[in-house]
């Protein structure tokens, strides 16, 4: 795993203005294959859910159970401690009383004090036709308000279509539309519930949906890291 992160004063700029950050190339291709290839690793997964089953749209996904993979529990905590300042900025921002510590491990006692104790890190894998509507990752009261997600494939290559797309919902205006095609190894963070946008008479909330456009060919598989544990 390359060295977390690079310049993460921009990425934390970049979050606070957009609501979401691309991250550079974190994995190398033998990291993102090892991952992509634990889909079919029997004995690492508390559920199976296919989507469709659901009308979550087309395609499968698991949730880890703990512990989890080395490098997935790795990021889930390296990632976290670089969002944690972002987030307790965003909660100031937006009135809200909570604070997150800068250690997951800390973050998760209070979450499972609170019942939420199932883990919620995730792979997901697609096929062409399948698709993923667009969502919010709720599992409880208590929320992190970034996810990560990271691009396991290489689009054009490994598959087409696939785009991720995000969804933000404007107070009284019409929805603005984002859409990415990172690269296998990019890391995408992104707002799970609602970000802060300054407004004339300070911030208000800007809720964001997420999901995956149609795959057209191939397979892409995607690794979801969610830091609040789920209900
Ligand atoms: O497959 C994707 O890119 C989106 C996955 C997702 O919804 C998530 O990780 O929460
Ligand atoms: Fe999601």
């Given at each position: 795993m390359e060295q977390l992160m690079l310049d993460w004063t921009t990425c934390q700029n970049t979050l606070s203005e957009t609501g979401f950050a691309v991250l550079p190339s974190l994995l190398s291709p033998d990291e993102c294959r090892e991952l992509a290839s634990l889909?079919?690793?029997?004995?690492?997964?508390?559920k199976h859910i296919v989507m469709q089953k659901h009308g979550y749209g087309s395609g499968e996904y698991k949730y880890f159970n703990y512990p989890l993979p080395p490098l997935v529990d790795t990021l889930r905590h390296e990632l976290f401690a670089q969002l944690a300042p972002v987030a307790n900025d965003w909660n100031e921002k937006l009135g809200i009383d909570l604070r997150y510590p800068n250690n997951l491990d800390t973050w998760l006692i209070t979450c499972h004090k609170a019942g939420q104790n199932r883990p919620t890190p995730l792979i997901l894998k697609y096929s062409a036709g399948d698709w993923n509507a667009l969502h919010q990752d709720m599992y409880g009261e208590l929320y992190f308000p970034f996810q990560a997600v990271l691009f396991l494939n290489q689009p054009g290559?490994?598959?087409?279509g696939g785009e991720f797309v995000m969804l933000e919902q404007r107070p009284r205006m019409q929805s603005k539309a984002t859409v990415l095609q990172p690269e296998q190894g990019q890391v995408v963070i992104f707002t799970t519930k609602y970000r802060p946008a300054k407004g004339s008479q300070g911030y208000y909330r800007v809720s964001m949906r997420h999901g995956v456009s149609e795959v057209r060919r191939g397979t892409r598989v995607n690794l979801g890291l969610i830091f609040h544990d789920g209900a």
């Open positions: 889909f079919d690793a029997p004995d690492l997964y508390r290559q490994d598959y087409a």
